[in-house]
C-alpha cells in the first residue's frame, strides 16, 4: 500500500481543484500536513474524499513536515512494513493509472526509494531536470546564475529502462517504509532546499538503492521561486546550500 504525503503551505485552492488527487483517494491513503491553517473549504474537502488533514504544528521545513506524517502513520498503526510512504508536491499532478502502474513497477523492480518521469507540462513534452548526480561544490551556484550552465542533470532521453541515480527532487520521491525509518526521515537542519539531497546521499552511504522510473510520469507545475536573490526562497536555499557543503 502506499500512503501519500502532501505538504500544504497556502496550496488549499491548488489543493481542492486536482481533479486527478479525487480519483486517487478512492484507492490509496491520501495524508496533507498543513504547514498553516487550512481553511474551511480544505477541512470540508479532506472529509468528502476521506483524506487525512493534520491541521496542527504550524510552520515546520519541508523535512520535518513530511517526518511528522510518517511518524503519525508509525503511531496511529497505519503503515506496515510492506508499505511505501510518498512525499509528493501539492504542484505535482499524477493519474490514478500512473500511480497503480507505479504500484505495480515497485513489486516488480526491487529498491529503497523510487522516483518517476517528471514533466513541466500536461502534454509531457517538457521534461523537468529532477535527476541529478551528487552536486558539486559550485554546481547549484551556475545553475542559479544560468540554468544551461549545470550539467549534474542526467539526460532523461537517454534513459529508456529503470535505471539507479543519485539523487530525485523532493517533489516525488517513494520511499519503502523500512527505507524511511532506517533513514530516520529527513534531516531537520534543512528547512528547505538540499533536503532532497541530503537524504539521498544518506541512502547512498548505507548501500541503499534509488530506482528512476522512466515509463511513469507525472507533471509538476513548479516555479523556481530560488532564483530570485531577494527571495525568502533563495535565502533559504544558500542556507541549506552552505549546511551542505560546509
Known sequence: MIFLCIVNHNHDDMIINNKDLIEITKNFNVLIKSNTEASDKLKRFSQDYNIQLLDESYGLGFGS????VFNYLKETNQISDSDYFLVINPDVTITLNQLKKLQEQVVEIPS?????NLFQDNQWTISEPSIKKFPSLLGPIKGL???NKRNDAYDKSKITQPTLIDWAAGSFLLFTKNAFERLNGFNDKYFMYFEDVDICRRAKIKKMHLMYLPSIKATHIGAFNNRNILSKHFRWYLISYLKYHF
Open 65 to 68: 513536515n513530511n517526518n511528522y
Open 112 to 116: 529503497d526509494i523510487y522516483t518517476i
Open 145 to 147: 546564475i544560468n540554468k
